[in-house]
C-alpha cells in the first residue's frame, strides 16, 4: 500500500484475487486478473491507497507457493491486518472498496442469532502457507464492516464467489470455472471468530436483520443467489483468458461510465439484466444503501429510469407486465449515466423507442427514431416512459358546485384521481370530499368516515384545491399500488409455492387473512417453494401513514431467492423455504391522537426470476392543516409511479432471452397491531 499522508475524504481499497490454493484446492484462472483489472481502473481515477493480495501460479512448476512474496499473499492474517490498517487509520468520512475473487465456501451456522436457518454461514477461501486453503468467517468479516461503520465509513464490499449457501456440487465438465469447494471442517475450525455483532434495530415492520446485513453503511454485491454457483467466464469462443462473470460486467460498466457518479440501484439494475441476457446462469444480488454511489457517500434522490440493454439488434427494456408496462408503450432512451451524473445532463433523449413484445417481467423495443442509428455503437440505456396509464382511482366530490371547474381542471392533470361529480352518486367511490360543520374540506374513505390523521382544510380557492387534491392524489397511488394482481395468472406457477404467516405462539395465516399481533410481537412470512426452479419475493408494508416500504430494503435486500428442495451429502441441506421475520409497532402519529391499534397491508411480490419494484415505494402523507404554514408532503413525481404501472391483464409468454417463462403473482395479508 502507498504510504502518503492521509488527508480527509480519503480512498482505500483491498483487492484480494485467490487462484492458487497449494495442491489441495482445485485452483481458479481468473481471480487474480479480476483484482488486477480494478487495481488499473482505481489508480486512473484517483484511488491511490490500495493494497493488493493475490495468489498465483509459480513459473516454477514443482513451486508450492505463490509466485508472490509472502507479504502479499492473500492469507487471513493479512487480509485482516489490511482492513485493520483502513479502521486505524482512516477518517470519518473516507471510502473503502473491498474486492474478493476467489472460492467461497458455505459453513456450518456459526450463531444462532445472526446464521441463516437455511443456508449457513459464507466463508472466504483464503490462502494459507502450510494448508494451501484457510477461510475467513463472514461473520469476521461483518465483525470489520460494521467497526468501519461505526468509524463512519462509506464501504463497498463485492464478493465475486458462491455466496451465502451458493455451493452445489454440478456433473458437468466446467468444474474448474466454479467458485466454490465442498464444506471442509479443517479449513473451517482453522480461523475461528471471536469478535462481537452489533444487533440492527427495526423500525415500523421491518424485517429482523441478519448478521452479514447493515445497511446503514456499507452495500455488498454478491456473484450469485443461494442456488446458483460463482462461475469463471471466457472471455470469447477461441479466448483462454478467464474472468469471473460479477468481476468482468461490474469492470466493463464502471469504464463505460468514465468516473461519473452513479447509484448502487442503477449500477445493480444495469448489471442483473446483464447477466439475464448474457449469462442467465448467475442471478447477481446486492444488499445494503442502493442510493449510495457506488464510489462515494450518498448520490442523487432515488432514479426511478428503467435499464434498456441491446443484444445483438434486440432492445430489452428491464420491466414487464408485472411493471405495467404494455404493448406500444413508447420510451425516451438516454445514456445509462445522464439522470445521475451530478449535475444531470440536459438535452434529447438518444432515442424513442416503442414496446414490441411484453413479457411477465422483461420487453422488447423497436426504434421509433433516427436518432439510433447514431447510438448504434452502445450496449446500455435509461428509458423514461412517455406515454402514461390511464387508469385512475375514482373519487367523489361531494361539495362546492361553484368552483366544480377548478377542481376538474386541476385534478386532470393526476396520473391517478378521477373527479366523480354528485352526478355520479351511484358508481362506487374508494374516497369522496365533502365539506364538514365548519365549512372545511375532509376526504372521507370508501363508508364516509374521515381518515385518520388528515386535518381538514380551510377553503381558499384555488389554493387549498391544490392542497387536497395532492393528497388525493397520494392516497389514489397507494390504493392503486394495494390493488395490483395478476388477473391471468399461470395456474403451475400459483401452485408452485405455499406462503403463510406464524405468530410467536405457531398460529398460521393465509393470505387475505387478518394477522393480530402486540406491539414488538415477532411474526414470521414463512415462504414454501414446491417447484424445482428458484422463486424471487419482495415485500411492501403498507400502513397507516399512508407509506409504502420495501421491507427488505431496511435489512439490505430489494428481494429474496427461495431455492428448490434439495438434500445434500456434505453440506447443509437446501430446505426449500425462506422465513422472514418481522416485528410491528404503532407509529408514534397515531398515539399522538390516542390511536392504539392500527393496520399495515404486507404485500409479497412473487416472481420467476429477479426484477424490481422498488418504484412502488412511497414516503409518507404529511399534511398541515393550514396551507400557509406547510404544504402537503408526499411523493414528489407520480409520473414516475404511473410508468411503472398499468395494465396487468396481458397473458403470458415464453422470453426468447433465455427460453423461461416470466412469471408473478401477489399476495397480501393485513397486519393488525394492538
Same mark, same amino acid.
Given at each position: 500500500m502507498?504510504?502518503?499522508a &492521509?488527508?480527509?475524504?480519503a480512498?482505500?481499497?483491498?483487492?484480494?484475487?485467490?487462484?492458487?490454493y497449494?495442491?489441495?484446492v482445485?485452483?481458479?484462472k481468473? *481471480?487474480?486478473?479480476d483484482?488486477?483489472a480494478?487495481?488499473q481502473y482505481?489508480?486512473?481515477?484517483?484511488?491511490?491507497?490500495?493494497?493488493?493480495?493475490?495468489s498465483d501460479?509459480s513459473?516454477?512448476?514443482?513451486?508450492?507457493?505463490?509466485?508472490?512474496?509472502p507479504?502479499?499473499?492473500?492469507t487471513?492474517e493479512?487480509?485482516t491486518?489490511?482492513?485493520?490498517?483502513?479502521?486505524?487509520m =482512516?477518517?470519518?468520512?473516507?471510502?473503502?472498496y473491498i474486492h474478493?475473487? +476467489?472460492h467461497?465456501?458455505?459453513?456450518k451456522?456459526?450463531?444462532?442469532?445472526?446464521s441463516?436457518?437455511e443456508?449457513?454461514?459464507?466463508?472466504?477461501?483464503?490462502?494459507?502457507?502450510?494448508?494451501?486453503?484457510?477461510?475467513?468467517?463472514?461473520?469476521?468479516?461483518?465483525?470489520?464492516?460494521?467497526?468501519?461503520?461505526? #468509524?463512519?465509513?462509506?464501504?463497498?464490499?463485492?464478493?465475486?464467489?458462491?455466496?451465502?449457501?451458493?455451493v452445489?456440487?454440478?456433473d458437468?465438465?466446467?468444474?474448474?470455472?466454479?467458485r466454490?469447494?465442498?464444506y471442509?471442517?479443517?479449513i473451517d475450525? /482453522?480461523? !475461528?471468530?471471536?469478535?462481537?455483532?452489533?444487533?440492527?434495530?427495526?423500525?415500523?415492520?421491518q424485517?429482523? %436483520?441478519?448478521?452479514?446485513?447493515?445497511?446503514n453503511?456499507?452495500?455488498i454485491?454478491?456473484?450469485?443467489?443461494? &442456488?446458483?454457483?460463482?462461475?469463471?467466464?471466457?472471455l470469447?469462443?477461441?479466448?483462454s483468458?478467464?474472468?469471473? /462473470?460479477?468481476?468482468?460486467?461490474?469492470?466493463? *460498466?464502471?469504464?463505460?461510465?468514465? +468516473?461519473? @457518479?452513479?447509484t448502487?440501484?442503477?449500477?445493480?439494475?444495469?448489471?442483473r439484466?446483464?447477466?439475464?441476457?448474457?449469462?442467465?446462469?448467475?442471478? %447477481?444480488m446486492?444488499f +445494503?444503501?442502493a442510493?449510495?454511489?457506488?464510489f462515494?457517500?450518498?448520490?442523487?434522490?432515488?432514479?426511478?429510469?428503467?435499464?434498456?440493454l441491446r443484444k445483438?439488434?434486440?432492445?430489452?427494456?428491464? *420491466? +414487464?407486465l408485472? #411493471?405495467?408496462?404494455?404493448?406500444?408503450?413508447e420510451?425516451?432512451?438516454?445514456?445509462?449515466?445522464?439522470?445521475?451524473?451530478?449535475?444531470?445532463?440536459?438535452?434529447?433523449?438518444?432515442?424513442?423507442?416503442?414496446? &414490441?413484445?411484453?413479457?411477465?417481467?422483461?420487453s422488447?423495443?423497436i426504434?421509433?427514431?433516427?436518432?439510433?442509428?447514431?447510438?448504434?455503437?452502445e450496449?446500455?440505456?435509461?428509458?423514461k416512459r412517455?406515454?402514461?396509464?390511464?387508469?385512475?382511482?375514482p373519487?367523489?366530490?361531494n361539495?362546492?358546485?361553484?368552483?366544480?371547474?377548478?377542481?376538474?381542471?386541476?385534478?386532470? &392533470? @393526476?396520473?391517478f384521481?378521477?373527479?366523480?361529480s354528485?352526478?355520479?352518486?351511484?358508481l362506487?367511490?374508494?374516497?369522496?370530499?365533502s365539506?364538514n360543520?365548519?365549512?372545511k374540506?375532509?376526504?372521507l374513505?370508501?363508508?364516509? #368516515? !374521515?381518515?385518520k390523521?388528515?386535518p381538514?382544510v380551510?377553503?381558499?380557492g384555488t389554493?387549498?384545491?391544490?392542497q387536497v387534491?395532492?393528497?388525493?392524489?397520494?392516497? =389514489?397511488?397507494?390504493k392503486?399500488v /394495494?390493488?395490483?394482481?395478476?388477473?391471468t395468472?399461470?395456474?403451475?406457477? $400459483?401452485?408452485?409455492?405455499?406462503?403463510q404467516i406464524l405468530d410467536?405462539?405457531?398460529?398460521?395465516?393465509?393470505?387475505? $387473512?387478518v394477522v393480530p399481533?402486540? !406491539?414488538?410481537?415477532?411474526?414470521?412470512?414463512?415462504?414454501?417453494?414446491?417447484?424445482?426452479? %428458484?422463486?424471487?419475493?419482495?415485500?411492501?408494508?403498507?400502513?397507516?401513514?399512508w407509506?409504502?416500504?420495501?421491507?427488505l430494503?431496511?435489512?439490505? $435486500?430489494?428481494?429474496?431467492?427461495?431455492?428448490?428442495k434439495?438434500?445434500?451429502?456434505d453440506?447443509? $441441506?437446501h430446505?426449500?423455504?425462506q422465513k422472514?421475520p418481522?416485528?410491528?409497532?404503532?407509529?408514534?402519529?397515531?398515539?399522538?391522537?390516542?390511536e392504539?391499534?392500527?393496520?399495515?397491508?404486507?404485500k409479497?411480490?412473487?416472481?420467476?426470476?429477479?426484477?424490481?419494484?422498488?418504484?412502488?415505494q412511497?414516503? !409518507?402523507?404529511?399534511?398541515?392543516a393550514?396551507?400557509?404554514?406547510?404544504?402537503?408532503?408526499?411523493?414528489?413525481?407520480? #409520473?414516475?409511479?404511473?410508468?411503472?404501472?398499468?395494465?396487468?391483464a396481458?397473458?403470458?409468454?415464453a422470453s426468447?432471452?433465455?427460453?423461461?417463462?416470466?412469471?408473478?403473482?401477489?399476495?397480501?395479508?393485513?397486519?393488525?397491531?394492538?
Amino acid at each position: 500500500m502507498t504510504d502518503t499522508a &492521509h488527508t480527509a475524504a480519503a480512498d482505500w481499497a483491498v483487492l484480494i484475487g485467490v487462484n492458487f490454493y497449494g495442491n489441495q484446492v482445485r485452483g481458479l484462472k481468473g *481471480a487474480v486478473a479480476d483484482v488486477q483489472a480494478m487495481e488499473q481502473y482505481l489508480r486512473a481515477h484517483g484511488i491511490q491507497q490500495i493494497q493488493v493480495l493475490t495468489s498465483d501460479v509459480s513459473p516454477d512448476p514443482g513451486s508450492k507457493l505463490p509466485k508472490e512474496a509472502p507479504s502479499q499473499w492473500p492469507t487471513p492474517e493479512n487480509v485482516t491486518a489490511s482492513l485493520e490498517r483502513i479502521i486505524d487509520m =482512516s477518517q470519518r468520512g473516507d471510502f473503502v472498496y473491498i474486492h474478493f475473487s +476467489g472460492h467461497g465456501m458455505q459453513m456450518k451456522a456459526t450463531s444462532p442469532e445472526y446464521s441463516h436457518e437455511e443456508t449457513g454461514d459464507l466463508a472466504l477461501v483464503l490462502f494459507h502457507q502450510d494448508y494451501g486453503a484457510r477461510c475467513m468467517q463472514g461473520i469476521k468479516l461483518a465483525e470489520l464492516l460494521q467497526r468501519m461503520v461505526a #468509524h463512519g465509513l462509506f464501504i463497498t464490499v463485492v464478493l465475486d464467489c458462491c455466496f451465502s449457501g451458493s455451493v452445489i456440487r454440478r456433473d458437468d465438465t466446467g468444474l474448474s470455472s466454479i467458485r466454490a469447494i465442498p464444506y471442509d471442517s479443517a479449513i473451517d475450525s /482453522a480461523f !475461528p471468530f471471536d469478535g462481537k455483532l452489533e444487533p440492527s434495530r427495526y423500525r415500523v415492520v421491518q424485517s429482523v %436483520p441478519t448478521w452479514l446485513i447493515d445497511p446503514n453503511g456499507y452495500n455488498i454485491f454478491a456473484a450469485c443467489s443461494p &442456488h446458483e454457483t460463482a462461475q469463471e467466464m471466457r472471455l470469447g469462443p477461441d479466448s483462454s483468458e478467464r474472468r469471473g /462473470a460479477l468481476s468482468y460486467f461490474l469492470y466493463r *460498466a464502471l469504464q463505460a461510465s468514465c +468516473g461519473a @457518479k452513479i447509484t448502487t440501484r442503477s449500477l445493480y439494475n444495469h448489471l442483473r439484466l446483464k447477466f439475464h441476457l448474457f449469462w442467465p446462469r448467475q442471478t %447477481p444480488m446486492q444488499f +445494503g444503501r442502493a442510493e449510495q454511489s457506488f464510489f462515494r457517500a450518498l448520490g442523487r434522490e432515488q432514479n426511478t429510469d428503467i435499464s434498456v440493454l441491446r443484444k445483438g439488434q434486440d432492445l430489452y427494456l428491464d *420491466a +414487464g407486465l408485472a #411493471h405495467g408496462v404494455c404493448k406500444d408503450d413508447e420510451y425516451a432512451i438516454y445514456p445509462l449515466l445522464s439522470a445521475e451524473m451530478d449535475p444531470p445532463l440536459v438535452g434529447s433523449p438518444s432515442f424513442y423507442a416503442r414496446v &414490441h413484445t411484453v413479457e411477465g417481467l422483461t420487453s422488447t423495443l423497436i426504434k421509433t427514431a433516427s436518432q439510433y442509428e447514431n447510438s448504434c455503437s452502445e450496449t446500455r440505456w435509461q428509458a423514461k416512459r412517455i406515454s402514461l396509464s390511464t387508469w385512475k382511482v375514482p373519487v367523489h366530490l361531494n361539495c362546492d358546485d361553484n368552483l366544480r371547474a377548478q377542481w376538474m381542471e386541476i385534478a386532470s &392533470h @393526476k396520473r391517478f384521481l378521477h373527479l366523480l361529480s354528485e352526478n355520479y352518486e351511484d358508481l362506487p367511490s374508494i374516497f369522496y370530499v365533502s365539506l364538514n360543520g365548519e365549512g372545511k374540506y375532509e376526504i372521507l374513505d370508501s363508508s364516509r #368516515h !374521515p381518515l385518520k390523521l388528515l386535518p381538514a382544510v380551510s377553503r381558499n380557492g384555488t389554493e387549498s384545491i391544490t392542497q387536497v387534491s395532492n393528497m388525493l392524489e397520494h392516497l =389514489s397511488a397507494f390504493k392503486y399500488v /394495494a390493488g395490483i394482481e395478476n388477473l391471468t395468472p399461470c395456474v403451475s406457477f $400459483e401452485e408452485s409455492f405455499i406462503i403463510q404467516i406464524l405468530d410467536e405462539t405457531g398460529n398460521r395465516y393465509l393470505p387475505g $387473512e387478518v394477522v393480530p399481533v402486540q !406491539p414488538d410481537e415477532l411474526f414470521t412470512l414463512d415462504i414454501q417453494n414446491c417447484s424445482e426452479t %428458484p422463486l424471487f419475493f419482495e415485500i411492501f408494508d403498507m400502513d397507516s401513514l399512508w407509506q409504502i416500504t420495501q421491507v427488505l430494503a431496511g435489512g439490505g $435486500e430489494e428481494f429474496k431467492v427461495v431455492t428448490p428442495k434439495k438434500q445434500q451429502d456434505d453440506r447443509p $441441506e437446501h430446505t426449500g423455504r425462506q422465513k422472514v421475520p418481522f416485528r410491528a409497532s404503532i407509529p408514534d402519529e397515531l398515539k399522538a391522537i390516542n390511536e392504539h391499534e392500527c393496520e399495515d397491508i404486507f404485500k409479497v411480490f412473487i416472481t420467476s426470476k429477479a426484477t424490481s419494484f422498488a418504484t412502488l415505494q412511497m414516503p !409518507p402523507l404529511v399534511v398541515s392543516a393550514d396551507i400557509s404554514r406547510g404544504a402537503t408532503r408526499g411523493r414528489n413525481n407520480y #409520473h414516475d409511479l404511473a410508468a411503472f404501472l398499468g395494465d396487468f391483464a396481458a397473458p403470458f409468454r415464453a422470453s426468447d432471452m433465455a427460453g423461461a417463462i416470466e412469471n408473478w403473482t401477489t399476495r397480501t395479508f393485513v397486519i393488525k397491531t394492538s
